[in-house]
């Protein structure tokens, strides 16, 4: 049996649909679901438990699971409540690693490019406790998802024992079915498709910084069903462990983005450059990238999306669609 925390979430949805397409039925969900829709992410598939996250530990006594895959937290970077953050993205990973390791149980976790921060440190997925301390990330998700880094971390620098596999993965800017949820923490794309669609305007963001054209703001857009196949793939090596960054390598606009969804559907481009707002112009990124030679040299060769080839996936498989759900 797989747990998949966060199962009723974005990526957590898909992993239990790839765990189905793959004949696994015996998937346990930990997730709240809430009254925003989050439901309709399972509705298609196959589970045999549906666990509440405070009950977590207590399902966990006895068991025997193939892995947990640990993609449950709080992920908005706008979020407030300290005590809730790191009750949900530290406290309870920590609980987690200690039964995996007791228990002899892979576990694979959720990190974030977040941990990041402004990008000043670069973006290489050095796993080091100096590297991981040196890591300034700007919002609370962020340091919070890096705290659980660097404790797994100096777990390993101190010979300490930790599961048989432990995988922390920094995903970059994840898109893709089933993100319809999460409001104004969806993707631009799936934003906006509706009014892309009707033919109305799509506003981006002006550039503020010399040399950057408007929209050129950039990011490693990765689709989802790359990340999944990460993690997949990870279930099926289970000699490897350690931080890697789930991106494409390859950074692309904004601009890129939202013209290759008018190119999905046949159309023209319909763009409006506005005005950033003041309040976030001194800490927008305008630049991120991962570097993924470390997931490589681990043996990961399954290969990224194009983006333009993941864009006309998602918007004739899901988002052009009545049912936009996988």
């Given at each position: 049996?797989?747990?998949?925390?966060?199962g009723?979430?974005?990526?957590?949805?898909n992993?239990?649909a790839?765990?189905n397409?793959?004949?696994r039925?015996?998937?346990?969900?930990?997730?709240?679901?809430?009254?925003d829709?989050?439901?309709?992410?399972?509705?298609?598939?196959?589970?045999?438990d549906?666990?509440?996250?405070?009950e977590v530990?207590a399902?966990?006594?006895?068991?025997?699971?193939?892995?947990i895959?640990?993609?449950?937290?709080?992920?908005?970077?706008?979020?407030?409540?300290?005590?809730?953050?790191?009750?949900a993205?530290?406290?309870?990973?920590?609980?987690?690693?200690?039964?995996?390791t007791?228990?002899a149980?892979?576990?694979?976790y959720?990190?974030?490019?977040a941990?990041?921060?402004?990008?000043?440190?670069?973006?290489?997925?050095?796993?080091?406790?100096?590297a991981?301390?040196?890591?300034?990330?700007?919002?609370?998700?962020?340091?919070?998802k890096?705290?659980?880094?660097?404790?797994?971390?100096?777990?390993?620098a101190r010979?300490e024992?930790?599961p048989?596999q432990?995988?922390?993965?920094?995903f970059?800017?994840?898109?893709?079915?089933?993100?319809?949820?999460k409001g104004?923490?969806?993707?631009?794309?799936?934003?906006?498709?509706?009014?892309?669609?009707?033919?109305?305007?799509v506003?981006?963001f002006?550039?503020h910084?010399e040399?950057i054209?408007?929209g050129?703001?950039r990011?490693?857009?990765?689709?989802?069903?790359?990340?999944?196949?990460v993690?997949?793939?990870?279930?099926a090596?289970?000699?490897?462990?350690?931080?890697?960054?789930v991106g494409t390598g390859k950074?692309?606009?904004?601009k890129?983005?939202?013209v290759?969804?008018?190119?999905a559907l046949?159309?023209?481009?319909?763009?409006?450059y506005?005005?950033?707002?003041?309040?976030?112009?001194?800490?927008?990124?305008?630049?991120?990238?991962?570097?993924?030679?470390?997931?490589a040299?681990?043996?990961y060769?399954?290969?990224f999306?194009?983006?333009?080839?993941?864009?006309e996936?998602y918007?004739?498989?899901?988002l052009?669609?009545?049912?936009?759900?996988r």
């Amino acid at each position: 049996m797989f747990l998949v925390t966060g199962g009723a979430g974005f990526i957590g949805s898909n992993v239990v649909a790839a765990l189905n397409d793959a004949g696994r039925s015996d998937v346990a969900v930990c997730d709240v679901l809430g009254d925003d829709g989050k439901w309709r992410n399972l509705a298609k598939r196959q589970i045999a438990d549906f666990v509440p996250p405070a009950e977590v530990i207590a399902w966990l006594q006895g068991r025997r699971l193939d892995a947990i895959l640990h993609l449950g937290a709080i992920s908005s970077t706008t979020a407030t409540d300290g005590d809730a953050v790191m009750e949900a993205n530290f406290r309870t990973p920590l609980r987690l690693l200690d039964w995996c390791t007791a228990t002899a149980t892979p576990l694979i976790y959720a990190s974030s490019a977040a941990t990041y921060g402004d990008g000043d440190q670069g973006f290489d997925d050095d796993g080091s406790v100096d590297a991981l301390k040196r890591l300034r990330p700007m919002n609370l998700y962020g340091w919070s998802k890096n705290l659980f880094d660097l404790a797994v971390a100096e777990r390993a620098a101190r010979g300490e024992r930790l599961p048989p596999q432990w995988a922390g993965l920094k995903f970059f800017n994840v898109f893709g079915p089933n993100e319809y949820h999460k409001g104004s923490m969806m993707s631009v794309l799936a934003r906006r498709f509706d009014d892309i669609k009707a033919g109305r305007v799509v506003q981006l963001f002006k550039s503020h910084r010399e040399g950057i054209a408007d929209g050129d703001q950039r990011r490693d857009f990765i689709y989802v069903d790359d990340v999944v196949r990460v993690m997949i793939w990870l279930i099926a090596t289970p000699q490897v462990s350690g931080l890697f960054n789930v991106g494409t390598g390859k950074a692309r606009s904004f601009k890129d983005l939202i013209v290759s969804a008018y190119g999905a559907l046949g159309r023209e481009p319909n763009i409006q450059y506005v005005d950033m707002p003041e309040q976030i112009r001194g800490s927008y990124q305008y630049f991120t990238e991962s570097v993924v030679d470390r997931l490589a040299r681990a043996g990961y060769n399954g290969g990224f999306t194009r983006l333009e080839d993941a864009v006309e996936a998602y918007v004739k498989g899901f988002l052009d669609r009545a049912d936009r759900y996988r």
